[in-house]
């Protein structure tokens, strides 16, 4: 057994560059991986980069105070973050405050702007059929009045659309639809209204509401929307509020020449909810250019083919429906024949940036509870700043007095314990730069601190090393065997208080929530980059030290000095005395 274990250490002596040339590769290779993505730089959270703080306050519908609830709340929470996140904007905070209230915080970034842009317009979602449209001009007609009639089919092919259009996923796109005095109107106030009502006696023959005030007196949804103003911004943040669902409205929404066109909606015929998955796609097969796909739930496939029935049989424009997020339009595509795959596609005058906000806007705007935006400032990266110089003032002040402490207490070995700091700190820089357009991560201030802790973390494993070697040393061994044998009792220490450094790391990322995540996966990856240099530098290099002259001869100044350390002579083997025998045994 003794000769196996002789050649294993051998083995280990003679090649530990080895291990230093792997993790200097490692370093060159996410150093080059760093410059050539460009971003040779850790991102950074809002509390450091700044950006955009808004405060959406829950509004409950008329006679249903009791849905503002946590699990209501939480559900939004979700639905935000992931609306937020799927713009490609990480590290953003969502999280309550209170019992009605989200605070939605925002980083300075790519997509930043759209993503400010949809949370400010955070509500349910309804597929609404549409009774009457026109162009908001500032008084309307005096009644509902529909498009110039004819269908999509009746139009000359190979012009391009102003009005998006719901086909089946995978069909062609049919010919374009003319410009009319509206836009996007159809025929749905009532299962079984008859395509040829008019949109006049549709809005008549349902009850109406709209900005909660109109009751159930048709007269007065068609009054109000005589008045109706769009591009009144005062006007429109008030359409709309206190409806219900199963009751028409007023809206307005923007056409393809962005104009305020203003709407007579009847009940919503499909939730949110019902949509399962939207994505924008660019279409070259059929030439439609970006378009917005959706697949529905099995329930919202069976409705969404209904409605899209019933609007195939009206003429142009009666056959729309418009998408109505926050009681805005935001798209209002006609149909041609009913969908019924589970799965439809939206076309019209999109470009990708639209394409995708109406797709984040289908597949996460299905809140349980409409909100209000009660506050939206700037936040300023100018306080995070002189917190991050002051904690960088003080991780220079702690490692400086590390170093000191290293310089005078092991003195030639602190060279030793310095490089595997630099090599630390290098690899978890390259790391952070990557890991921002990998995963988001986002270096915010608690991620600070978690990196400045690091450097007692990785010091703490040196010291257990070096006083391992140290000790072999007091008790007579020579440097190069005091290395060796000191190194499995010292990874044991190593490993053992690492892995309770890490396990506190993962039980914090689990428990906590926004910036005290930051602390914990850097002290967590930090933690882990620390047995990788240890292993892979420090104990190498400590092992080609030991062949050095300076400190296989025990210099004074090499930290490794026999007398200084209070080492005995080695103690040589004595031969046991003989036993007498007795000669009566014998």
Same mark, same amino acid.
């Given at each position: ?152 089919? $009746?139009?000359?092919?190979?012009? +391009? /659309? ?5 086909? *089946? !996923?995978?069909? &062609? %796109? #049919? @010919? =374009? ?9 159809? $025929?749905?106030?009532?299962?079984? +209204? /008859? ?5 006049? *006696? !549709?809005?008549? &023959? %349902? #009850? @109406? =509401? ?15 929307? +005589? ?360």
């Amino acid at each position: 057994m003794a000769t196996p274990k002789k050649g294993r250490s051998a083995s280990a002596q003679s090649k530990p560059g080895r291990s230093l040339a792997l993790i200097l590769i490692a370093i060159a290779a996410l150093t080059g991986g760093m410059f050539a993505s460009g971003h040779t730089t850790p991102r950074l959270g809002i509390d450091l980069a700044g950006g955009t703080s808004i405060t959406l306050r829950a509004v409950p519908e008329a006679g249903n105070e009791a849905a503002i609830n946590k699990t209501n709340m939480d559900t939004a929470v979700s639905i935000m973050e992931r609306r937020v996140n799927g713009l490609g904007v990480q590290e953003s905070e969502v999280q309550t405050q209170g019992r009605d209230n989200i605070i939605v915080n925002i980083p300075k970034g790519t997509n930043s702007e759209q993503a400010r842009k949809q949370v400010g317009t955070t509500a349910k979602l309804y597929f609404r059929p549409v009774v009457a449209t026109e162009v908001s001009g500032g008084g309307g007609a005096a009644s509902p009045s529909p498009s110039p009639t004819g269908s999509p089919s $009746d139009q000359p092919s190979g012009k +391009a /659309t102003d009005k998006p259009e719901a086909t *089946d !996923k995978g069909s &062609a %796109s #049919p @010919s =374009a639809s003319p410009s009319t005095q509206g836009r996007a109107v159809t $025929d749905a106030l009532k299962a079984d +209204a /008859t395509p040829s009502a008019s949109a006049s *006696d !549709k809005a008549k &023959a %349902s #009850p @109406s =509401a709209s900005g909660g005030a109109a009751g159930d007196d048709p007269s007065k949804l068609q009054e109000q929307y +005589a008045k109706l103003d769009c591009t009144n911004e005062e006007t429109r943040s008030t359409v709309g509020d206190g409806v219900k669902a199963s009751q028409p409205t007023l809206a307005c929404g923007k056409n393809a020449q962005g104009q305020w066109q203003k709407y007579i909606l009847g009940p919503a015929e499909v939730d949110g909810t019902d949509v399962d998955k939207a994505q924008a796609v660019l279409n070259t097969q059929t030439g439609a250019g970006w378009t917005v796909t959706m697949d529905f739930t099995d329930g919202g496939a069976k409705k969404f083919a209904d409605i899209t029935g019933k609007l195939a049989q009206n003429q142009s424009p009666q056959n729309q429906f418009a998408i109505v997020l926050d009681g805005e339009v935001v798209s209002d595509p006609y149909v041609r024949q009913a969908l019924t795959g589970g799965n439809a596609e939206i076309s019209g005058n999109f470009n990708q940036q639209s394409a995708q906000e109406l797709a984040n806007m289908l597949s996460y705007g299905a809140l349980p509870l409409t909100f209000k935006v009660d506050s939206m400032t700037t936040v300023t990266a100018a306080l995070g700043g002189d917190q991050l110089n002051a904690g960088l003032i003080a991780g220079a002040i702690g490692l400086a007095l590390v170093v000191i402490y290293l310089l005078a207490y092991y003195r030639g070995l602190s060279f030793i314990a310095i490089l595997s700091l630099l090599v630390s700190a290098a690899l978890t820089y390259t790391l952070m730069a990557l890991l921002g357009p990998a995963i988001g991560f986002a270096l915010n201030l608690p991620a600070v601190c978690g990196a400045i802790v690091a450097i007692g973390i990785t010091a703490d494993s040196f010291i257990v090393y070096f006083e391992r070697v140290r000790d072999e040393i007091r008790e007579g061994r020579s440097l190069r065997p005091a290395v060796e044998r000191a190194w499995p009792r010292a990874r044991r220490t190593i490993l053992v208080s690492d892995f309770v450094s890490f396990l506190a790391a993962a039980v914090l990322f689990i428990v906590t929530v926004g910036k005290v995540q930051g602390f914990a996966f850097t002290l967590g990856l930090t933690t882990l980059l620390d047995v990788v240099v240890v292993f892979l530098f420090t104990k190498p290099l400590l092992t080609l030290m030991a062949r050095r002259p300076f400190f296989a001869n025990g210099h004074k100044w090499s930290g490794l000095d026999p007398k200084s350390l209070g080492a005995q002579p080695p103690l040589r083997r004595t031969r046991r005395p003989a036993v007498p025998v007795d000669p009566k045994e014998a």
